[in-house]
């Protein structure tokens, strides 16, 4: 009788528990074993890709040899009958080589998202990871200490900010683990997306960012009086954080103002809840703006409108 969706969900969800108890023993073989026929691993990040089950098995082999206690800690789980997605943290000692990089003896531990697919028979046919290898190579020390230390490729000097994973917004194409030494590096930056620098991120969602005027009420002038200016901007982060944002900026000010606050946020909707509740206390009327980088603004000038005044 074949599985409901459900059952299925449940099964595929145990092959990657268990899968994922296998790597926290260390275990290449075991892991292994939760593998099918047809096994491929997508390190995203780097752009390695293995296939067969020989090339997953090397994949592990090194990385459990740069990470020789690994430990994964499962957070999140996402689950339907066609894939499993879990959101974990990765910890462990850089002990070992690692894409030819050498060892630092540095703690490590970053999140990582992997997404597991099934072949017919509900075994894994492949793990893809999702992770900042940008703050891989900084938690290791790696940027640091390459930086202390230029290599000579192919008859020129790199630096650490030339080496793939450093977030110098120079994007290479990583080389075969271990062939690091005497390849050249390409750039890549026509294959890979740039993350805008000036972009905030909160918990990886993209942050706009806005301006808050507030005007206090008489009530609210008083509750400012018996608070204090700190107890104010403490209770304005909290808000601002309770819907998914972060607060940039606090600041009272002289004039029909009385306060001003920059705060990233992730959307329209947020920002009309925030205003929602702040002016239904009676207490304090305000109002936002959403800011426009420059960057934007040129943007902007480049694009073409078709318009026509009236009675133009």
Same mark, same amino acid.
């Given at each position: 009788?074949? !599985?409901?969706?459900? %059952?299925?969900?449940? /099964?595929?969800?145990?092959?990657?528990?268990?899968?994922?108890?296998? &790597?926290?023993?260390?275990?290449?073989?075991?892991?292994?074993?939760?593998?099918?026929?047809?096994?491929?691993?997508?390190?995203?990040?780097?752009?390695?890709?293995?296939?067969?089950?020989?090339?997953?098995?090397?994949?592990?082999?090194? !990385?459990?040899?740069? !990470?020789?206690?690994? #430990?994964? %800690?499962?957070?999140?789980?996402?689950?339907?009958? &066609? $894939?499993?997605? @879990? &959101?974990?943290?990765?910890?462990?000692?850089?002990?070992?080589?690692?894409?030819?990089?050498?060892?630092?003896?540095?703690?490590?531990?970053?999140?990582?998202?992997?997404?597991?697919?099934?072949?017919?028979?509900?075994? =894994?046919?492949? %793990?893809?990871?999702?992770?900042?290898?940008?703050?891989?190579?900084?938690?290791?020390?790696?940027?640091?200490?390459?930086?202390?230390?230029?290599?000579?490729?192919?008859?020129?000097?790199?630096?650490?900010? %030339? =080496?793939?994973?450093? $977030?110098?917004?120079?994007?290479?194409?990583?080389?075969?683990? *271990?062939?690091? #030494?005497?390849?050249? =590096?390409?750039?890549?930056?026509?294959?890979?997306?740039?993350?805008?620098?000036?972009?905030?991120?909160?918990?990886?969602? /993209?942050?706009?960012?806005?301006?808050?005027? /507030?005007?206090?009420?008489?009530?609210?002038?008083?509750?400012?009086?018996?608070? *204090?200016?700190?107890?104010?901007?403490?209770?304005?982060?909290? @808000?601002?954080?309770?819907?998914?944002?972060?607060? +940039?900026?606090?600041?009272?000010?002289?004039?029909?103002?009385?306060?001003?606050?920059?705060?990233?946020?992730?959307?329209?909707?947020?920002?009309?809840? !925030? +205003?929602?509740?702040?002016? #239904?206390? *009676?207490?304090?009327?305000? $109002?936002?703006?959403?800011?426009?980088?420059?960057?934007?603004?040129?943007? @902007?000038?480049?694009?073409?409108?078709?318009?026509?005044?009236?009675?133009?």
């Amino acid at each position: 009788m074949p !599985l409901t969706e459900a %059952e299925r969900a449940h /099964a595929r969800k145990a092959i990657v528990d268990e899968h994922i108890r296998c &790597e926290n023993l260390h275990d290449v073989e075991a892991t292994m074993a939760t593998f099918g026929m047809d096994a491929s691993y997508d390190d995203e990040p780097w752009a390695d890709h293995r296939t067969g089950r020989d090339g997953v098995r090397s994949y592990y082999t090194e !990385l459990m040899r740069a !990470l020789p206690d690994l #430990a994964i %800690e499962v957070t999140h789980w996402h689950i339907n009958f &066609e $894939s499993v997605v @879990a &959101e974990v943290i990765i910890r462990g000692t850089h002990l070992g080589p690692w894409r030819g990089l050498p060892a630092t003896g540095r703690r490590l531990e970053f999140p990582l998202c992997g997404v597991y697919s099934f072949d017919a028979d509900d075994k =894994l046919a492949c %793990e893809r990871i999702y992770y900042d290898r940008g703050t891989v190579m900084v938690r290791t020390d790696l940027v640091r200490s390459l930086g202390r230390n230029k290599r000579r490729v192919r008859g020129r000097s790199m630096s650490a900010c %030339e =080496l793939p994973g450093t $977030s110098s917004g120079l994007i290479t194409r990583p080389e075969p683990p *271990g062939h690091l #030494a005497g390849a050249q =590096l390409r750039c890549r930056t026509d294959k890979m997306p740039r993350v805008n620098p000036k972009t905030t991120y909160v918990k990886g969602i /993209a942050m706009a960012k806005y301006l808050v005027q /507030a005007r206090y009420t008489t009530e609210g002038a008083k509750g400012l009086l018996a608070d *204090g200016g700190t107890a104010r901007r403490a209770a304005t982060e909290k @808000a601002i954080a309770s819907v998914g944002g972060k607060m +940039e900026a606090f600041y009272f000010a002289l004039g029909d103002v009385d306060a001003y606050v920059i705060a990233d946020l992730p959307d329209d909707a947020s920002v009309v809840a !925030l +205003e929602l509740v702040v002016n #239904a206390t *009676g207490r304090v009327n305000s $109002s936002t703006v959403k800011l426009i980088t420059p960057e934007d603004v040129d943007k @902007a000038t480049k694009k073409a409108v078709a318009y026509r005044a009236p009675g133009g």
